[in-house]
């Protein structure tokens, strides 16, 4: 039987369990923009930031978080530059990035798409192979590497992630379980940069389930590619972790909601009586002078192993004249 909005006359189209709701498509639209928000006006985002790079894969949730971010732009002062690597995945990442660049020029937001062969010779699939890492992994370093990078150089506060509220809970549980509990302290909504040498993270849909991620793209006609990524394993750690916390969730609505809001708490608290520089050392590659966690990065490591040579530095001078050349008005 058909169901009314609790906020209006028109039909339900969902039914929130933990916030007993029942919401249209509009006041779930607004319900979730407010979350969003919310969690940026908490941090004092949208007053103080100028400038955020987005990391988007094509997926739902970077999309959705686009559209968000776009609306917000409307009424903040924020620019947004849209960055999509293409790691060149067999038809895959052609596909993506021709979504991305599409609703980039609709929504009328500066886009910049790298393809990864075009910058090392090579995709991501032989660059794992070389370097002996698995993909997920090595895919991982060449991201993180190049969104550094870019929000860098186009002089950006921010690198938004659309990381959703199942996403963080998976990571962090998994970086518990593992005994690495200096990374917890990243996953907040928000990570400070380093000035010069790292550009600080924000993740928007914090306290958005992804089940909402899906339903604000579906109802808001927002196009993601629907296909996961081919080199996805077939049943990785996180799906797992994910599975089960739906499973308890089914049964105390709300239970990941409480989670997340008590891991953002005690990861504040943390992070206050952390001092970074004696607790998380913090270095700079001595090859292209960005963060690291010991002398040489990740990135200058490997390429320097497999490719004979260092290529952070070389990168960087390349990515300054493709967003030169780009000539963005978002510079
Ligand atoms: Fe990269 Fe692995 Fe994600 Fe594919 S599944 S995009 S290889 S991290
Ligand atoms: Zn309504
Ligand atoms: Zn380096």
Known sequence: MPYRCSRCDKQAITNIKYARLRLCREHLTTYIEKKVESILRKYKVLETTRRIVLAVSGGKDSMAMTWVLWRLSQR????LLVTNIDLGIDGYSRRSSEIVRKYSQELGIDYIIVKLEDLLAYNIKSLSRLARRSTCSMCGVVKRYLLNLIALESKADYVALGHNLDDILAYSLKSFLSGDYISLVKF???TKSIDGIAVGRLRPFYKVYEKEALLLALTNKVPFIVDECPLRPESSIEFRIKSFLNSIEEEKPGIKIQWINNLEK????MQR??????NLRVYKCSYCGLLSKSSICSFCNTTKRVLGRP?????????KRIIMVKNSPFI
């Open 188 to 190: 907040t909504p928000i």
């Open 76 to 79: 903040y002062p924020i620019k």
């Open 266 to 269: 005690s990861l504040r608290d």
């Open 273 to 278: 009586n952390l001092d970074v520089g004696e």
């Open 311 to 319: 290529l952070g530095a070389e990168l960087r001078e390349t990515i």
